[in-house]
């Protein structure tokens, strides 16, 4: 009986507000909700993509540093002869 109680309390308050906020009102709430739902939504998304961004850009960068060491040993051999017979312009 309670249980009914309070569904009775909730229709005769949703209706109150109805009539005295009128239809806009009542639609404009809603509106309101809606848009803040999906703010919220769309604010942890950016969290997710942010996170996927950053470690993408990690990996990427330990490979930039990789290639860069593989390169300047390459070089360093190049200079050095010990590749192929390279001479320096004098």
């Known amino acids: 009986m ?3 109680n309070e569904i009775v309390s909730a229709m005769e308050t ?11 009102g009542v639609a404009i709430a809603v509106m309101v909700y809606f848009f803040n739902k ?4 769309h604010g942890d998304e950016r969290k997710e993509w942010k996170e996927s ?3 993408s850009r990690e990996e990427f ?6 290639n860069t060491m593989v390169t300047s040993k390459l070089v360093e051999k190049i200079e050095s002869g ?3 017979n390279y001479r320096k312009a004098s």
Do not use: H, R, Y
């Open 2 to 4: 309670e249980n009914q």
């Open 61 to 66: 960068v330990g490979a930039l540093k990789e």
């Open 82 to 84: 010990s590749v192929c």
């Open 38 to 41: 999906q703010s919220t939504m």
């Open 53 to 55: 961004d950053q470690k």
């Open 14 to 24: 949703l209706m109150s507000t109805l009539i005295s906020l009128g239809g806009p």
